[in-house]
């Protein structure tokens, strides 16, 4: 077993970044990570892709537009989430961040399961067991703790299943996190913590977080820790692959750095230009996560326009499903409150629940309740 | 500088501006403080005028921060800690209840923590789960915190200043959605009333609502709607949770006969509770009626879009102050 997150590691002046297809769209070897892909893969790789990134950009629409209260745009993030979400096996879980619509795609949720709460009537609501794909998780941090339990509870079944636990930069100063590695080490938990390092977070650049490379921090809870091109879709889908093959072998937890970028605002909330400069951005986007599966396709004429043209029309299709989607999706009842507190129940939600029914009764026929506001 | 007119963002802002001002010892910590000047700006332009040194963008992690100001307290520094929404408190709340509540006591008094932790809190403004909490109930439950929220914008001015003046730590709970709400604010002026003394908002004979934080506003306009129906609602401020300024309370029950107490926290075991007990042994050969309580349900903050049920509104306080009128 190779470790590359040894103090020797941590010493080099440039860390190791795993790139298998470089910004312009050329197949690279590298000497530890392999990946034999098909014409076809590859192609469906792209479009979930552009998929994902057409998803994303509708969402960001429909928040303009007052449909959704809120939106975190994946944007420039499309290759770390579908080659991590790709290497999973059904059997597998995900534990995500708010942000990993793309893991969710390649799990297959329905992208419209996770407008509800950015639309405001819910709060997730899918059922995490159905794509093995659990609820967002706003507080930074704490689902690494849940992937490494749910870890835990693989190794006592004595299944090969395994976890990818999402986080972000920031999320890696979170006690939970830390305390996460711990446990998945202690216990050698088959769980990969998948790290995106977009480089910021909100409005802290890495640098806030950390003096060394975030994939560094594994060697100090003794497991390994790899830096992978995050924009790099079949880099991230080898380096996630092989980490999951050790979870499911028994040699337990792995770090991955994925070296990406946000291109966008921390939502739709923020306002990026406070805080950081447009050479960045103007720089990372040379290294777009699409262009080069697209160039790669073309060059080895694995793809012809028709396809492109093809995968287009059905993101077109997505966005309309999506907008339409949301445009409908009901308020929910206000007694919705009041539901699923407990699942034994509790004598007091229930006196409260008949005290609201009847409250919300002695308007009828006189006025809206809540209009008075 | 004259009187300005504030929206409350500007008028904390301002606070710290001038308690940075006055003591060098001050500092701000929190996440995004610093270039960004906070989510909701509240500490815009500080980072630019006084530093890194001053204006710190800590890392993720709300016990560090919590942790840290404590050690930077005992230094002598006087934290103003930052914690960016009600909901990413708990991962500092070992260090707020367990260290920043108890070491005064711990060290028989040599030790002083003087940190302000300021909170955004509470509901109404459309936003995703963790970010419309009501927690005030946690801290004041805790001896060794002192407790305050503010409702206005010059209250918010000044009970921040007075706040990081004052040597005990202090949770200060600022209401988000009044955030834009605009105050007629002189910094050079004078403290209209001590940290922890109640305010009568709205005097009125027939009936007391007690409120604090962003219920005062609702309850005011509740005290003027019934105000068409004949009655007389004083509307009292509380301004700060721990201590409460109960002589006040008592001043105005006493003369009503009613009280009602209303919070966005859940009724159940909220500061409802305890002031309805404490106003009940004070006055209860004065009370009319028993003390209601309005407030959010036992049930986890729903999702935004059916968060006007979930949050007292003028109706649901006038709902109880009728039931209270008619005892
Ligand atoms: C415990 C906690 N503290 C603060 C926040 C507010 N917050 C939301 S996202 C964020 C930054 C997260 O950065 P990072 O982990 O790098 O993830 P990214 O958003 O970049 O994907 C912060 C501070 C939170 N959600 N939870
Ligand atoms: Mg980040």
């Known amino acids: ?373 | 500088m004259a009187a300005e007119n504030y929206s409350m963002v500007k008028a904390l802002n301002e606070a710290l501006r001038r308690s940075l001002e006055a003591d060098p010892k001050t500092l701000v910590m929190g996440e995004d403080v610093g270039r960004l000047g906070g989510v909701f700006r509240v500490t815009d332009g500080l980072h630019k005028d006084f530093g890194d040194a001053r204006i710190i963008d800590t890392p993720l992690a709300e016990s560090g921060i919590m942790g840290t100001a404590i050690g930077l307290a005992l230094r002598g520094y006087r934290p103003v800690v930052e914690i960016q929404f009600d909901g990413f408190v708990y991962p500092a709340f070992d260090q707020i209840v367990t260290q920043l509540a108890k070491m005064h006591a711990r060290a028989l008094g040599h030790v002083k923590l003087p940190i302000t932790v300021r909170i955004p809190f509470g509901g109404g403004i459309g936003a995703v789960e963790h970010h419309s909490e009501s927690h005030e109930a946690y801290f004041a439950h805790t001896a060794g915190l002192k407790v305050v929220s503010p409702s206005n914008p010059v209250d918010a001015h000044w009970m921040l200043r007075q706040a990081i003046a004052s040597d005990d730590p202090v949770i200060f709970l600022e209401p988000k959605r009044r955030y834009w709400d605009k105050g007629v604010v002189d910094p050079l002026g004078e403290a209209p009333a001590a940290l922890h003394a109640a305010r009568v908002a709205r005097p009125g004979r027939d009936l007391t609502l007690i409120a604090y934080g962003p219920m005062v506003k609702v309850c005011l306009e509740a005290a003027e709607a019934a105000a068409e129906d004949g009655h007389q609602i004083e509307v009292v401020d509380l301004r700060s949770l721990s201590p409460v300024d109960f002589d006040t309370l008592e001043a105005s029950v006493k003369r009503t006969g009613r009280a009602v107490v209303v919070h966005e926290a859940p009724v159940f075991m909220g500061m409802g509770s305890e002031l309805a007990a404490r106003i009940t042994e004070r006055c209860f050969y004065s009370l009319e009626a028993p003390v209601l309580r309005v407030g959010g349900y036992f049930a986890p903050y729903p999702p935004s879009r059916v968060e006007e049920t979930y949050l007292p509104d003028l109706d649901r306080v006038l709902d109880a102050v009728d039931r209270a009128l008619a005892f």
Not at chain 1, 61 to 69: F, K, M, S
Request: some cysteine; proline content about 5%; glycine content about 10%.
């Open chain 1, 1 to 373: 077993m190779t470790v590359e997150s040894t103090a020797g590691a941590a010493t080099a002046a440039v860390p190791e970044l795993v790139q298998l297809l470089t910004p312009e769209g050329e197949r690279v070897e590298h000497p530890r990570f392999s990946l034999e892909t098909t014409p076809e893969e590859l192609r469906s790789i792209y479009r979930d892709l552009v998929l994902v990134r057409r998803f994303d950009g509708e969402a960001t629409a429909l928040q303009r537009q007052g449909e959704l209260g809120l939106w975190a745009s994946l944007l420039g993030q499309e290759a770390a989430q579908v080659g991590s979400g790709r290497a999973q096996r059904p059997g597998d879980w995900a534990f995500p961040t708010y942000r990993e619509h793309g893991v969710a795609w390649c799990k297959g949720v329905d992208p419209l399961n996770l407008l509800g709460m950015f639309r405001g009537v819910n709060h997730g609501g899918w059922d995490p067991y159905e794509k093995n794909f659990q609820l967002y998780t706003i507080v930074i941090g704490s689902q690494t703790l849940h992937a490494t339990g749910y870890a835990m509870g693989i190794t006592k079944d004595g299944t090969d299943d395994a976890v990818v636990a999402y986080f972000g930069d920031g999320a890696s100063s979170q006690g939970d996190v830390n305390e996460a590695f711990t446990f998945a080490s202690v216990y050698n938990a088959p769980v990969v913590f998948f790290c995106q390092n977009n480089q910021w977070a909100i409005s802290e650049p890495t640098e806030r977080q950390t003096r060394v490379p975030l994939y560094q921090r594994a060697a100090g809870f003794g497991f390994p820790g790899v830096r992978v091109d995050g924009n790099d879709v079949l880099a991230c889908l080898a380096v996630t692959r092989w980490a999951l093959e050790r979870a499911r072998n028994g040699e337990g937890p792995t770090l991955i750095e994925a070296f990406t970028y946000r291109m966008g605002a921390h939502t739709t909330s923020d306002d990026p230009t406070r805080y950081r400069i447009a050479d960045e951005l103007e720089e990372w986007k040379l290294k777009d996560p699409i262009e080069r599966v697209k160039a790669y396709l073309v060059r080895e004429e694995w793809a012809d326009q028709e396809f492109f043209d093809a995968v287009d029309a059905e993101s077109e299709q997505l966005a309309r499903r999506v907008r339409e989607g949301v445009r409908n999706m009901p308020d929910p009842d206000p007694t919705s409150i009041f539901e699923n507190v407990y699942a034994e129940g509790h004598a007091l939600v229930d006196e409260e629940r008949a005290q609201y029914v009847e409250y919300a009764a002695s308007f009828d026929g006189s006025e809206e309740v809540g209009e008075g506001r």
